[in-house]
């Protein structure tokens, strides 16, 4: 279990080193200038490469914190879950090796049995919760900038026509 939580603080702290705010004096080349003011874009192969290698670390990377604080609650929850329950196993599993009657041994393998199932589910959920993640960093830095590039395109009706504008 230890191991686990050191584990998670280190990836927070790496991710807390990747995304420093960048220098000021000079401009990314990824920028996006709309009306002469840089807007910083985020790049989504990034922003999912983060999401899979440290919990939270795409949302955190997208400006996301809270979305990054579900994520990593989540994912320490699982963790922590299928840890439990895998010790459980192995102590049922210990039982059932030094049992001396049929049915005392037949107790602790179906408790071996249902820890092992619990501790299965438990990493199916971290498999999905780490595709959601993957999947929520990957729109969210596609999505960064909306609401300044929305305003860039305009659809007007008249009566007689329908006029679709694009600002570059």
Known sequence: MKKINI???FSL???CLYCQAPDTNTLPEDSLFIDQ???KEKNPTTASLLSFAI???GQFYNESYIKMGI???ADTYFVSTANYHEEKRQKNKKKMNN????Q???YYKSQMNYHFEKRQSSYWWIGIS???SITDAYVDAHLYNFDVKKNEIELRFSASNLTLSYKF
């Open 71 to 73: 994520v990593l609650l």
């Open 130 to 132: 780490t595709f959601l």
């Open 7 to 9: 584990l998670f603080y």
């Open 55 to 57: 919990p939270g670390g």
């Open 13 to 15: 702290l790496l991710s």
């Open 104 to 106: 005392e041994s037949q």
């Open 99 to 102: 049992a001396t009657f049929e």
């Open 37 to 39: 003011v840089a807007i």
